[in-house]
């Protein structure tokens, strides 16, 4: 079909983005101050190779999230988003904040200005249903902890030099990243940062503890880059979500379905129930995907070797189905459905 062809495209492009990628330089930084600790610390040799090795790992297993998109439309501009509005992100202490934020700047210049419209815009509370806004503000949320932690990282990254304070996180801003990240990194990074800031203020500079310091910095920036790429990937996502599930709200039911093989010279019918979004049941038909758009439908079916794929549109008020169909053996032909029950959940 040549929908599902073009869909293809869109979220798997042939001409892969040739800009440069959200860890190309990290490794080499890791390696790096990991080469320094030891230097200081010769007995923790060991433990800081296998912290170097994780990182690295960790960035390595990253870059397929990031090499599947390009353009504007893409996660790859997060690490821009962070580092340009670096500013704007150390302000964020509440929801109410982050989510103003991603509506007037963050969102459209991360490729989702559609999801930031409506968030921002007032809908009646059907529109706020139909386009799944709770899910939404769930999934930006997400985001803009996750782009916060990462700019606090990013900060610690370059405040760790030997002749540079640390500054301390404003408590409100603390509690607000604090009750939204759990990881251990980013609680190690909050310890370490008091641990060094009491440690200046009492001894002078510490410089093993700054060493672990960027180390923790280095942790909590990968995992909220991670946390940050799949909530970008979640609100990418969400138009087509809401896609489906209303066109599965129109298939739901029960359908005469009667398919024409030329190849065969015969007719076949056959009673089919679609069930509600979200559900399956032994008794209702699963198509092994099925892509909506509009009035328009495409259904793929497999099974034992056997690939049918039909190409069909809602006519009559959803009342009726017409289209086509063609297999992998050969058979190809007409495909009319008629409503006999509507949705039962």
């Known amino acids: 079909m040549g929908t599902h062809g073009e869909l293809s495209e869109v979220v798997l492009p042939r001409n892969m983005s040739q800009r440069r990628s959200l860890f190309d330089d990290s490794p080499h930084t890791l390696v790096n101050m990991v080469n320094e600790l030891n230097q200081h610390q010769p007995g923790r040799g060991h433990r800081q190779d296998r912290v170097s090795f994780l990182l690295i790992l960790l960035g390595v297993l990253l870059l397929p999230s990031l090499t599947m998109a390009e353009g ?48 921002g815009a007032r809908l009646p509370s059907k529109m706020v249903k139909e386009l799944g806004v709770p899910e939404l503000s769930q999934s930006v949320s997400e985001l803009m902890s996750a782009l916060g932690t990462w700019q606090f990282a990013n900060s610690l990254r370059q405040e760790t030099g030997l002749s540079t304070p640390v500054l301390p996180l404003p408590t409100a801003r603390q509690d607000w990243l604090r009750a939204r990240n759990q990881t251990a990194a980013f609680s190690d990074l909050l310890r370490l940062t008091k641990e060094e800031l009491d440690s200046r203020t009492a001894q002078g500079t510490s410089e093993p503890r700054n060493i672990e310091l960027r180390l923790a910095a280095e942790r909590t ?18 138009k087509n979500r809401i896609r489906q599930t209303k066109g599965q709200s129109r298939l739901c039911g029960t359908w005469q379905w009667i398919i024409h093989n030329h190849q065969q010279h015969g007719e076949q019918k056959s009673t089919i129930v679609f069930p ?20 328009a439908m495409y259904l793929r079916w497999e099974q034992n070797g056997h690939i049918q794929e039909d190409s069909l549109l809602f006519i009559k008020d959803d009342q009726k189905i017409e289209g086509s169909f063609v297999s992998n053996t050969g058979g190809w032909g007409p495909i009319s459905g008629k409503r006999l029950a509507p949705c039962k959940p």
Not at 98 to 104: D, G, S, V
Not at 276 to 295: H, W
Request: proline fraction near 6%.
């Open 72 to 119: 504007q439309d893409s996660p790859r501009l997060l690490t821009d988003v962070v580092t340009q509005q670096a500013d704007q992100f150390a302000l964020l202490e509440s929801d109410e904040g982050a989510l103003r934020l991603f509506t007037t700047s963050v969102g459209p210049a991360l490729g989702l200005k559609d999801a930031a419209g409506v968030l």
């Open 221 to 238: 920036a990968f995992e909220a880059s991670h946390q940050a790429i799949t909530a970008w990937w979640n609100i990418h996502g969400w």
């Open 276 to 295: 509600p979004p979200g559900t399956t049941s032994a008794n209702a038909a699963t198509p092994a995907e099925s892509i909506f758009l509009g009035d």
